[in-house]
């Protein structure tokens, strides 16, 4: 299992950039790799961006939230490049990332907190960056975490990290740094292994589906149910871009066909982990429906 985190200069990974990536291999016995962090050039326009970003900040309690990032550009870790640059230096990053990956497993799962986002941000659409399409198994270890503790939040920002940290007795160096939230992560794993459940339990809790509502189910209850928020926008975001001006549509509509199917797999697997039959579901949707008048009723 690879635990990875990043830093960006935003959330929004159809403009900001990463600019930090920090990550270690978790054995199955729970043995800690060593950390590895990776530092990414930025563009001017990112980094104006981030300038902004934590000028509206000052006087909230989120006031130096951007600090170590312009700490680290100050000190020539982080550089100011092209577009071009960039991309072929984070292109190279990500291969090296790769690289590590697979020399781990064959099919790598990555962990970490919110995994999606660091996907989204890492691996955007084909060509960006010049590396591999988007193809590991990922793991929420936060979602995993509370369903241990018997909590379903709605998302996984319904309890906060900080929050769940302390309430498992957590503590770690550099917080909100890269290297600092894999140690976190690596630490929320083994606390969460030290339930009593094997380590098998943890790998179906991204895979074989079981009847009934149980700590495991709950967790992936609310894993399935981020997928469909998740790629609900996924699909959102593809409708929008089919409307611009010059977009072709047969490229959009096989988009839209992709993103519907996503967004279908965490759908069904909603059903799967709540016990629920789909025709369950279309009976009530069309009693409801009747209910309003807007089906005629049945003879």
Same mark, same amino acid.
């Given at each position: 299992?690879?635990?990875?985190?990043? #830093?960006?200069?935003?959330?929004?990974?159809?403009?900001?950039?990463?600019? #930090?990536?920090?990550?270690?291999?978790?054995?199955?016995?729970?043995?800690?790799?060593?950390?590895?962090?990776?530092?990414?050039?930025?563009?001017?326009?990112?980094?104006?961006?981030?300038?902004?970003?934590?000028?509206?900040?000052?006087?909230?309690?989120? #006031?130096?939230?951007?600090?170590?990032?312009?700490? !680290?550009?100050?000190?020539?870790?982080?550089?100011?490049?092209?577009?071009?640059? *960039?991309?072929?230096?984070?292109?190279?990053?990500?291969?090296?990332?790769?690289?590590?990956?697979?020399?781990?497993?064959?099919?790598?799962?990555?962990?970490?907190?919110?995994?999606?986002?660091?996907?989204?941000?890492?691996?955007?659409?084909?060509?960006?960056?010049?590396?591999?399409?988007?193809?590991?198994?990922?793991?929420?270890?936060?979602?995993?975490?509370?369903?241990?503790?018997?909590?379903?939040?709605?998302?996984?920002?319904?309890?906060?990290?900080?929050?769940?940290?302390?309430?498992?007795?957590?503590?770690?160096?550099?917080?909100?740094?890269?290297?600092?939230?894999?140690?976190?992560?690596?630490?929320?794993?083994?606390?969460?292994?030290?339930?009593?459940?094997?380590?098998?339990?943890?790998?179906?809790?991204?895979?074989?589906?079981?009847?009934?509502?149980?700590?495991?189910?709950?967790?992936?209850?609310?894993?399935?149910?981020?997928?469909?928020?998740?790629?609900?926008?996924?699909?959102?975001?593809?409708?929008?871009?089919?409307?611009?001006?010059? !977009?072709?549509?047969?490229?959009?509509?096989?988009?839209? *066909?992709?993103?519907?199917?996503?967004?279908?797999?965490?759908?069904?697997?909603?059903?799967? #982990?709540?016990?629920?039959?789909?025709?369950?579901?279309?009976?009530?949707?069309?009693?409801?429906?009747?209910?309003?008048?807007?089906?005629?009723?049945?003879?």
């Amino acid at each position: 299992m690879i635990v990875i985190d990043t #830093e960006t200069t935003g959330l929004d990974p159809t403009i900001d950039l990463p600019w #930090e990536i920090a990550f270690m291999e978790l054995g199955a016995d729970f043995v800690q790799g060593p950390i590895h962090v990776l530092n990414l050039p930025v563009t001017q326009e990112a980094f104006d961006r981030a300038m902004a970003a934590a000028e509206a900040l000052i006087g909230t309690e989120k #006031e130096g939230l951007f600090s170590r990032f312009f700490e !680290a550009v100050d000190a020539r870790k982080v550089d100011i490049l092209s577009a071009h640059q *960039v991309g072929a230096q984070t292109g190279l990053a990500l291969r090296s990332l790769e690289a590590f990956a697979v020399g781990t497993s064959e099919r790598p799962v990555w962990a970490g907190i919110n995994p999606m986002f660091d996907a989204r941000m890492l691996y955007r659409e084909p060509g960006t960056w010049e590396a591999s399409p988007w193809w590991h198994t990922p793991v929420d270890l936060k979602i995993w975490a509370l369903g241990e503790l018997g909590i379903v939040p709605a998302t996984s920002e319904a309890v906060g990290t900080d929050d769940l940290l302390e309430r498992l007795g957590i503590s770690v160096p550099n917080r909100h740094s890269a290297a600092g939230d894999v140690l976190m992560t690596a630490r929320l794993a083994e606390v969460a292994h030290a339930t009593g459940k094997p380590w098998r339990d943890l790998q179906r809790f991204m895979g074989e589906v079981r009847p009934g509502i149980d700590t495991v189910a709950c967790s992936a209850l609310a894993y399935a149910a981020l997928g469909v928020g998740g790629e609900a926008g996924e699909l959102v975001d593809a409708i929008k871009k089919s409307t611009r001006v010059g !977009a072709k549509w047969a490229e959009h509509r096989q988009q839209i *066909v992709l993103e519907s199917g996503d967004l279908l797999f965490y759908l069904m697997r909603v059903l799967q #982990e709540a016990s629920v039959d789909l025709a369950e579901v279309i009976e009530a949707n069309e009693a409801k429906r009747r209910s309003r008048g807007l089906l005629e009723p049945r003879p």
